[in-house]
């Protein structure tokens, strides 16, 4: 009769022990659960900073491009206006050698800022870097080819600030050939 008591016993503690296991099995689970979404919300928290640190980054330099734009169109005004005193007299041509060293000071600023000027005469047309605002039929120049830059353009890094506004040649149609012949 001894040996029927003392199995209720081992039955207990085996299911206690069996119990605590589960019991340990279901709080390290729960623990590791807890580490996942803790790592997870750590990592979205430190993207969030990231693209938050690099669109703050983008504001600034769009405004400093956009600022920039702006003194393009001048510029190229008191470029312009220089050439004409050339033909002036020596009076005015000294003034413009001073207004040609400020011109200088301002293309020094626009350098530091990474802004460089490209030419396009005699190059093929890129949408991405010209604007046509006239087209010519010519056989002189191979279609598609820039032949005259009315405003210069402007790059930014890699990035187009303002496209160069060109004419660009085309070829003469059927009509305009027989035309030139007769």
């Given at each position: 009769?001894?040996?029927?008591?003392?199995?209720?016993?081992?039955?207990?503690?085996?299911?206690?022990?069996?119990?605590?296991?589960?019991?340990?099995?279901?709080?390290?689970?729960?623990?590791?659960?807890?580490?996942?979404?803790?790592?997870?919300?750590?990592?979205?928290?430190?993207?969030?900073?990231?693209?938050?640190?690099?669109?703050?980054?983008?504001?600034?330099?769009?405004a400093l491009e956009n600022v920039l734009?702006?003194?393009?169109?001048?510029?190229?005004?008191?470029?312009?206006?220089?050439?004409?005193?050339?033909?002036?007299?020596?009076?005015?041509?000294?003034?413009?050698?001073?207004?040609?060293?400020?011109?200088?000071?301002?293309?020094?600023?626009?350098?530091?800022?990474?802004?460089?000027?490209?030419?396009?005469?005699?190059?093929?047309?890129?949408?991405?870097?010209?604007?046509?605002?006239?087209?010519?039929?010519?056989?002189?120049?191979?279609?598609?080819?820039?032949?005259?830059?009315?405003?210069?353009?402007?790059?930014?890094?890699?990035?187009?600030?303002?496209?160069a506004r060109v004419k660009v040649a085309?070829?003469?149609?059927?009509?305009?050939?027989?035309?030139?012949?007769?």
């Open positions: 009769m001894t040996d029927e008591n003392e199995n209720p016993a081992v039955e207990e503690e085996s299911t206690e022990s069996v119990d605590q296991e589960s019991l340990l099995e279901q709080v390290q689970k729960e623990a590791k659960d807890a580490q996942n979404k803790y790592l997870l919300l750590l990592a979205e928290s430190e993207n969030a900073r990231k693209r938050m640190q690099k669109e703050k980054q983008d504001l600034t330099k769009y734009v702006e003194f393009l169109h001048p510029l190229d005004s008191f470029s312009k206006a220089l050439t004409i005193a050339e033909n002036m007299s020596d009076e005015v041509k000294n003034w413009a050698l001073g207004f040609e060293m400020i011109l200088g000071q301002f293309n020094q600023v626009l350098s530091d800022h990474g802004v460089v000027a490209y030419t396009s005469v005699g190059k093929a047309f890129d949408p991405h870097l010209h604007e046509a605002v006239e087209m010519v039929e010519t056989e002189e120049h191979e279609a598609g080819t820039i032949v005259e830059e009315f405003v210069c353009g402007y790059k930014m890094g890699e990035r187009t600030i303002r496209p085309k070829t003469p149609t059927k009509e305009e050939k027989e035309t030139s012949k007769e």
